[in-house]
């Protein structure tokens, strides 16, 4: 039988732990679970262990935090010694993550927060079903280049409308 997972965690590489912590914690609200932590290339651990499955040798050591939002979906932000700091460019076309989105019913005022702390509003907040229903939506961008979409109501119920 086939059913639906639930959904854990992501991880978000980031140029700067700090002011991504700082950001994601003071901006959007999520609970710091680990603050800032290194995390060493080594074979007597389980973590370190893991850690060169996933990511190979050579590493030597990268610092992680754990974040939480209100519905339990974890946050993880990564920061490697040699992160590539390419110049963001947006391009929803390459296969990969493209965004992700929250919820927030003041939609204003996350964008407005967002962009006060170094991040961007990519365009305006627009209306699903103007003059019929209070959904709406915008694409932001954080200070490091991340894309970010706010909803003011949930997946569900955007999408189970009918569209006119």
């Not at 700090?18 to 679970?33: I, L, R």
């Not at 060169?52 to 935090?65: P, R, T």
């Not at 946050?75 to 700091?85: A, C, R, S, T, Y």
Request: aromatic share 14%.
């Amino acid at each position: 039988m086939s059913y639906p997972r639930a959904f854990s965690h992501i991880g978000i590489t980031v140029p700067d732990l700090q002011e991504a912590v700082k950001f994601y914690s003071e901006v959007m609200g999520w609970y710091v679970m680990m603050p800032p932590t290194e995390v060493l290339e080594e074979k007597k651990t389980a973590i370190g262990q893991m850690c060169i499955d996933v990511f190979g040798e050579g590493w030597e050591s990268f610092k992680i935090a754990h974040l939480s939002t209100s519905d339990t979906i974890g946050i993880e932000l990564f920061e490697f010694k040699n992160n590539n700091k390419p110049k963001h460019e947006f391009n929803p076309y390459q296969t990969g993550v493209f965004h992700f989105c929250v919820k927030d019913p003041d939609i204003e005022g996350l964008t407005k927060k967002i962009v006060e702390a170094g991040g961007k509003q990519r365009m305006p907040i627009r209306e699903y079903f103007p003059d019929e229903k209070p959904y709406k939506m915008v694409y932001c961008e954080d200070p490091f280049g991340n894309i970010i979409e706010i909803y003011t109501h949930s997946y569900e119920l955007v999408y189970s409308s009918d569209y006119k």
